[in-house]
């Protein structure tokens, strides 16, 4: 029998080197070199492939079916629904609620006719039956089974015919006999995850994987993983928080940065069909340091609330905290009103955070960012029926952000009356339609925007 060769393969870009190292020398990464052991078999003669054929790129292709599962924020986030064939990760961090998720959403096709199969690794079927209890999906006809063996897997899915959807729970627990390592190591998930999407485009049935992620947020085990997927959608949320945002970064059949909303309840995840009434409706207003900005995720405008924190610190070693927004656009955000709209904030701690465990990624929430900074350090509440969004740059001015009418649409329907803008340019730019009795104020500058905080004596010394 051939000796077992111990070699180690980076998770990232699945590189192979002789011995291990705390940096790979291909991708760069830190941290991701991880040892497996490979059992060489004997060398054979490669055979002689056929040839393939080959299509002209002009043609009509329909646009590809899909199954809705009856949850809308999930059907939205997929693009319209599960294509068959097709293969989608889900990942999140530990309890977040992927298995609740994925429970939900098969028990609603299973309800409506539809032959669903959960393959359960992490968990025994008794506890998939107790959490469907508690979630009152007990009486539909979903057919669970608990196992880890890839090859019984494909063999009973084979067998299993008229599937339209199979969930995996989760890959990093799934073990093909044939490799000589653990499962959960790169060369154990790569291969098993090849198997198992080739099963579901043979027999045209939707797969769903689910991830576990690592400390940092990404999901674990070789970056290859979310190549060969057509959907990775990450579930995120804070455990202590009872909002969860499903987010498609990547999709074949659909957009990217898509979000669905859920709220956590006793009864599992409910639907939120109105996040920005949501995320809005603890706010109090004519208070100093908040200001709400119309932000877009993917094609849906959400209202979110900013708010900022100012605390004198002497020391002149100031604290810059943020929760829910980049940390160094915030710094960059502080040098420009500081130097451009002299607002002094060299000995003062800033506390940041985006209300409703929401992270915003988008340049436009400067402008609401920089108003909610504004109000805190002259202790001026903002109007409570005006949104805030638009980009700053490092010269101060304000630009403009794109889709302004779907937000400006969005803050009209939940009664807001006025909008805080970048100034539309006149040359070739068609005129903004702005929804009935909401009042819009172009601001060109980061100065024009303090200036609406600032006392008078603060005006004439700036």
């Known amino acids: ?11 990232s870009c699945g590189a192979v080197t002789p011995k291990w190292a705390g940096r790979c020398e291909t991708c760069g990464e830190w941290n991701s070199v991880e040892e497996e052991i490979a059992r060489p078999g004997p060398a054979a003669k490669a055979p002689v492939g056929r040839s393939i054929s080959f299509v002209g790129l002009a043609g009509s292709t329909e646009p ?5 599962i009856g949850i809308a924020e999930l ?43 959960y393959v359960t690794g992490e968990e025994s079927i008794d506890q998939i039956r107790l959490r469907a209890r508690r979630l009152g999906v007990a009486d539909s006809s979903i057919e669970l089974a608990a196992a880890i063996n890839v090859r019984d897997i494909v063999a009973s899915l084979e067998q299993a015919k008229d599937t339209t959807l199979v969930v ?36 045209n049935f939707a797969l769903v994987l689910v991830g576990h992620v690592t400390k940092d947020g990404a999901l674990a085990g070789p970056r290859v993983l979310e190549h060969m997927v057509d959907a990775v959608l990450y579930f995120e949320g804070d455990r202590g928080h009872q909002f969860r945002i499903l987010r498609a970064v990547k999709n074949r059949f659909g957009a ?18 109105n996040p920005s009434a949501l995320f809005l409706a603890e706010r109090r207003g004519n208070i100093a340091g908040s200001a709400v900005f119309a932000g877009l995720e993917g094609s849906r405008p959400v209202l979110m609330e900013v708010q900022a924190l100012l605390a004198p610190n002497p020391g002149g070693s100031p604290r810059r905290s943020v929760i829910g927004w980049d940390s160094g656009r915030l710094s960059m ?61 490092l010269s101060g001015e304000v630009r403009q952000v794109a889709q ?3 937000r400006l649409k969005e803050a009209a329907k939940l009664g807001f009356d006025s909008a805080a803008l970048p100034r539309r340019v006149a040359h070739g730019n068609r005129k903004l339609a702005a929804p009935d009795g909401l009042r819009l104020e172009e601001i060109g500058h980061i100065a024009d925007l303090v200036a609406r905080f600032a006392p008078e004596s603060a005006k004439k010394n700036t």
Request: charged share 20%; with cysteine.
């Open 1 to 11: 029998m051939a000796k077992p060769v111990a070699r180690f393969v980076c998770r």
């Open 256 to 273: 990217t940065d898509e979000i669905g909303v859920f709220e956590m309840t006793e009864a599992g995840l409910a639907e939120v069909p």
């Open 333 to 393: 955000l502080l040098a420009v009103l500081e130097t451009r709209a002299g607002v002094r904030l060299n000995q003062t701690d800033v506390y940041l955070n985006i209300a409703g465990g929401l992270r915003v990624t988008e340049p436009a929430a400067d402008l609401a960012v920089a108003a909610a900074i504004a109000s805190a350090a002259f202790e001026t509440p903002t109007s409570p029926g005006m949104v805030y969004f638009g980009e700053v740059g």
């Open 75 to 117: 059907d939205r986030v997929l693009g319209g629904g599960l294509v068959p064939a097709s293969a989608v990760l889900v990942g999140g961090d530990p309890g977040i609620g992927k298995s609740t998720l994925l429970l939900q959403a098969a028990a609603c096709l299973a309800r409506s006719g539809r032959r669903v199969l």
């Open 64 to 68: 590809p079916p899909r199954a809705q």
């Open 404 to 406: 302004a009418e779907a």
């Open 168 to 203: 995996i729970d989760s890959i990093q627990t799934m073990w093909m006999d044939t490799i000589e390592s653990a499962p959960g190591t790169v060369t154990q998930v790569r291969a098993a995850s090849f198997e198992l999407i080739r099963l579901a485009k043979a027999g």
